[in-house]
């Protein structure tokens, strides 16, 4: 075997060999072959929206798609996450689950839940995203909680081999149409760390596979300098007025 050093990581490369059988007799050259290396650490900070070419969608229900080669999801697995745009192939059935469409754009891609039968979780892995360099890093991304058998969203990181529960939601949304929601996670605690984001969609007993939770806009990466206020709740109208509460962010005005 011969190795090849100095590749980068994460990256596609072709190669081919041709034999020198001496000083004025050289071989054509072979056939490529074709390889990604290894995923490497990624610098913080860092934002996936899933919109990318390595995020492959199928409109066939229960079909797992293809997703980019830096993360990970366990095969085989009969509850799983998978790219999507647009209503869900469950949702497309009449199946009441899943958002109508993605956080980014309205026309984008996102990534769901999707399931055969049974009960169990479905479990996706991020890349390695280093720390090192924020001050105070967070991880935020959007999510979509619609269907009558998704149980919980629970998110947990990994480091030095030992996962951490740091975010869960049992929360369901109203309807397909209804607003993603934004999590927001402290990761300070993990400085100067390297860390794996895990996403864990647990699920109840039921063959209606109402189970497409999903999540968009993923990010690791400081506060933002003037973040924007929460909890925005509408608490009285009448015929000309509209009476609102929130959490506010800061000391400023609100408009």
């Known amino acids: 075997p011969f190795t090849v050093t100095g ?28 390889a990604m290396t290894d995923c490497g650490p990624i610098a913080s900070p860092w934002l996936e929206n899933f919109d990318g070419p390595n995020w492959v969608t199928s409109p ?38 899943g958002p109508s469409s993605d956080h980014t754009t309205g026309s984008g891609k996102y990534l769901h839940g999707e399931a055969q039968t049974g ?40 480091r030095n081999n030992t996962e951490t529960r740091v975010w869960g939601n049992t929360q369901q949304a109203t309807a397909s149409t209804a607003p993603w929601s934004e999590a927001v996670v402290s990761l300070a605690s993990y400085l100067p760390d390297t860390v794996q984001i895990r996403w864990y969609a647990y699920r109840s007993p039921s063959n209606q596979n109402q189970v497409d939770v999903a999540i968009d806009d993923v990010s690791i990466d400081n506060p933002p300098a003037c973040p924007k206020p929460t909890n925005l709740t509408v608490i009285a109208t009448t015929q000309s007025t509209g009476t609102m509460t929130w959490s506010p962010s800061g000391p400023g005005t609100y408009e």
């Open 7 to 34: 590749l980068n990581p994460s990256t596609a490369y072709e190669f081919r060999v041709k034999d020198s059988c001496g000083a004025t007799d050289v071989s054509p050259w072979t056939a490529r072959a074709s």
């Open 60 to 97: 066939a229900p229960q079909a797992y798609g293809a997703i980019d080669t830096c993360w990970s999801r366990p095969s085989g697995a009969n509850y799983w996450w998978r790219p999507n745009s647009g209503p869900t192939p469950t949702a497309l059935t009449n199946i009441g689950t």
């Open 119 to 158: 009960t169990g979780f479905a479990l996706l892995r991020s890349p390695h995203v280093i720390l090192a360099g924020l001050l105070n890093p967070e991880l935020r991304f959007y999510y979509h909680q619609f269907g009558a058998q998704i149980d919980s969203l629970v998110v947990k990181v990994f």
